[in-house]
């Protein structure tokens, strides 16, 4: 057998890894659970507050630099802070996104609706979020010929989700972007792949956590398109996992939907019972 067939496949000994945004939600579970698997682990944020208290909590090799991943300068400033206080970058995780925006729910609309302005916004924010980064760690990863990118996309890049237009397009272009890193790149030993998400209960720091309505008994409700219930933000850590270390390091350019079969779900759930509503040998 091979060295890396009796290595544990799982384990990230000797990998930086920078997580952006980071401080909370999916990108704190990732970088727990990075940091629980030997990496060095830099979490970045533009909350300075927020990504500090996060990094002291998780503890061990994990911290925080402060970096809007939206401006260029800073992506530059981070790298060099990566590279200088803890080694060349061998894993990126494009986490960061525009949830704070979307909650509002006045910057992203139908397509008639979005502003110029808010239309960038919402682009930078889904898009230039993982080029920058991506942009500025690769040439450290091709030096070393060894990197994984995970970029964290959603489903709403393969599924309608009006009134969200714009981070619908940004999300379908973050896609199309890992395909072009993973083919461009990949003969550098660099690796891109990205994960679907579909609804993860996170506390945005508020301290609440969305969960979708349980089913009422009335006796028509098998007949609702009834969506899954929503995930937790180990679920997609642990794809992210995955992804970053050894046991995945024959994939490269695919998008991993983790969203518990919600975009599996039927589109016409009135038509058959559940199969649990059914005799057997019916």
């Known amino acids: 057998m091979s060295e890396r067939s009796i290595r544990d496949p799982f384990r990230l000994d000797g990998e930086v890894a920078v997580v ?50 939206t401006d260029e300068s800073e992506v530059r400033a981070l790298v060099r802070t ?20 979307l909650h509002t729910r006045d910057t992203d609309g139908p ?57 619908s397009a940004g999300k379908g272009g973050l896609e199309a972007l890992t395909r072009s890193i993973a083919s461009g790149y990949g003969h550098l030993g660099i690796r891109c792949n990205a994960i679907r998400v579909g609804s993860i209960a996170v506390d945005h720091g508020d301290g609440s956590r969305r969960r ?17 219930e929503e995930g937790e933000p180990e679920d997609i850590a642990h794809a992210a996992l995955f992804l970053a270390a050894p046991a995945s390091s024959y994939i490269t350019g695919t998008v991993l939907p983790v969203d518990g079969g919600l975009g599996s779900r039927s589109l016409m759930p009135w038509q058959t019972p559940r199969p649990e509503m059914l005799a057997d040998g019916a």
């Open 20 to 69: 952006t945004g980071g401080s909370r939600g999916i990108g704190r579970a990732i970088a727990e659970v990075y940091a629980a698997r030997g990496a060095r682990v830099v979490i970045c944020g533009r909350d300075e507050k927020a990504g500090v208290r996060a990094a002291e909590e998780i503890g061990g090799s994990v911290r925080f630099v402060r970096a809007d991943v």
């Open 82 to 101: 990566v590279v200088d206080g803890f080694g060349a970058p061998s894993i990126l995780v494009n986490n960061a996104g525009p949830t704070d925006l």
């Open 111 to 167: 397509i008639g609706h979005i502003s110029l302005e808010n239309w960038r916004k919402l682009l930078d924010r889904t898009l230039t979020s993982a080029f920058l980064p991506s942009r500025y760690m690769l040439p450290v990863m091709m030096d070393r010929r060894h990197g994984a990118i995970i970029n964290i996309s959603s489903l709403a890049a393969a599924q309608a989700m009006p009134g969200f237009d714009a981070y």
């Open 212 to 228: 979708y309505a349980a089913e009422d008994d009335a006796p028509d409700a098998w007949r609702r398109a009834v969506p899954p």
